[in-house]
């Protein structure tokens, strides 16, 4: 009886050693597969990317895509989502002339530009007319959505509604055309980015009766529209900026007749936008 757990005790310890001994291997190549199967397994873009929009009229916005997938079916018709949320300020000037007061100069800038809103949920994307493989080449780019934008109440003075928020949705879609070439740092040409001009057009719809909630008296069907002329440079991990002019191609209530600057800076944390 002695002998047989003798053996067994040995059995056992041998069996042990041995896998005290191949244990580091085990673990390598165990965590060589995780992390080859984590590398290869597509991500959901969350949270990776956003912009900060400084506007001639003095307005700043800050904006976050929270996530960006495709709906349909792969390799097949399928349509981006993306889903934006920003935040603005227009109060520099006041700020500085020592005037609080809120008016609603932020939407002649929110109506005209696509990222703009609270929360921002739209289709957009881009097709090539040409072969997508090359550096240089040409194309459309589209958006159409729905956003959530933020007016403030102006009645009389006094008045304990006067500068009170109110939301309301806003409809827009956005079509043009745009030509892009390779921009690149000196000596590291692996790291391909991209030079590109666009030029779009830009139509906006809100139902009227919502705008005169906090623009009392206001003359207007809701409709606003524009063009805009777009250049940008985005090389990854280097230089994300974004340059753009746009002008209403009527004045609506109020009179928006002067043309905007927008200067983005954005940011991607995987490299890529």
């Known amino acids: 009886m002695e002998i047989e757990q003798s053996r067994f005790v040995q059995t056992i310890g041998g069996v042990l050693i041995l896998m005290a001994l191949f244990f580091p291997l085990w673990a390598a190549a165990f965590i060589a597969d995780t992390l080859i199967r984590k590398n290869t397994s597509p991500k959901t873009e969350v949270l990776n990317a956003g912009f900060i929009d400084l506007v001639s009229s003095g307005q700043v916005s800050a ?4 996530i960006r997938l495709r709906i349909g079916e792969p390799d097949k018709f399928s349509l981006p989502f993306t889903i934006y949320s920003g935040v603005s300020n227009n109060a520099f000037p006041a700020q500085v002339m020592g005037m609080a007061a809120r008016t609603n100069e932020h939407l002649v800038a929110q109506f005209i530009t696509p990222l703009s809103g609270l929360l921002n949920f739209s289709i957009d994307g881009w097709r090539c007319f040409g072969k997508q493989e090359k550096i240089t080449q040409a194309g459309f780019i589209y958006q159409l959505g729905e956003r959530l934008l933020t007016g403030y109440r102006t009645t009389l003075p006094g008045s304990w509604l006067n500068g009170r928020p109110h939301n309301f949705l806003n ?4 079509l043009g055309l745009f030509f892009q ?4 740092e000196k000596d590291r040409s692996a790291n391909m980015g991209t030079c590109w001009v666009s030029i779009r057009y830009h139509a906006a719809y809100t139902n009227p009766s919502q705008l005169n ?3 009392e008296g206001l003359n207007t069907n809701g409709i606003y529209s524009g063009y805009s002329l777009g250049f940008g440079l985005e090389i990854s991990y280097a230089v ?5 002019v746009y002008r209403y191609d009527k004045p609506p209530e109020p009179v928006y007749s002067l043309p905007l600057y927008q200067f983005s800076f954005n940011y991607a944390l995987q490299g890529k936008n």
């Open 213 to 215: 909630i906090f623009l």
């Open 240 to 244: 994300h900026l974004k340059a753009q």
């Open 63 to 66: 904006s976050a895509r929270l």
């Open 181 to 184: 070439t390779g921009a690149w």
């Open 171 to 174: 409809s827009f879609a956005t």
